[in-house]
């Protein structure tokens, strides 16, 4: 039996929906919305490499059941998956993608391999902090964490229980 057929419908779209969160809290931190479209790509990218790699993601079942629905998906069943937030200004925003995760985090505590979930979101919003920002067209950009940055990583990290960033 899959995890899936092992959790409801919302607690399977919150596993999958929390990378994508946690990318957004990151990568809203700092920055404007050409930067926070760079990010949230690298995030995609992340999960992408890791959903063709042979012998799986290395983080474990949970993931690679997760990228396999990913990868799997169409765009109707990817618009049917992503969450709804109600807040509409920044703050609220990015207080109920924190919520968000941390309700993950929480569910992802009763499936197996939930450290390496919680591993695998960490390196992706690492990873999408050294994205290239700033430069015109891609040239000229720099891959620099900034303080706010690495405060969002740093919030993340202790809601995902890590203490190693």
Same mark, same amino acid.
């Given at each position: ?86 807040? /509409?200004?920044?703050? @609220? !925003? ?6 968000? *995760?941390? &309700?993950?985090?929480? $569910? #992802? =505590? ?20 050294? /994205?290239?920002?700033? @430069? !015109? ?6 891959? *620099?964490? &900034?303080?706010?940055? $690495? #405060? =969002? ?13």
């Amino acid at each position: 039996m899959t995890i899936k057929e092992q959790v409801t419908e919302e607690q399977w779209k919150m596993l999958l929906n929390a990378p994508g969160a946690a990318s957004t809290f990151v990568s809203t931190a700092s920055g404007g919305a050409f930067e926070v479209i760079s990010e949230v790509l690298t995030a995609s990218k992340f999960s992408a490499e890791l959903a063709v790699k042979e012998g799986g993601s290395g983080y474990g079942v949970l993931v690679d059941e997760i990228l396999a629905a990913m990868k799997g998906m169409n765009l109707q069943e990817a618009r049917e998956n992503s969450v709804k937030y109600t807040s /509409t200004d920044p703050v @609220g !925003i990015r207080a109920e993608l924190k919520q968000y *995760v941390a &309700d993950a985090t929480a $569910l #992802a =505590a009763t499936q197996p391999d939930a450290d390496g979930y919680k591993r695998w979101i960490l390196d992706m919003v690492k990873e999408v902090a050294e /994205t290239r920002t700033g @430069g !015109i067209l891609g040239f000229g950009g720099k891959s *620099v964490i &900034d303080e706010k940055e $690495l #405060a =969002a990583i740093a919030e993340l990290a202790e809601i995902l229980g890590i203490v190693e960033i």
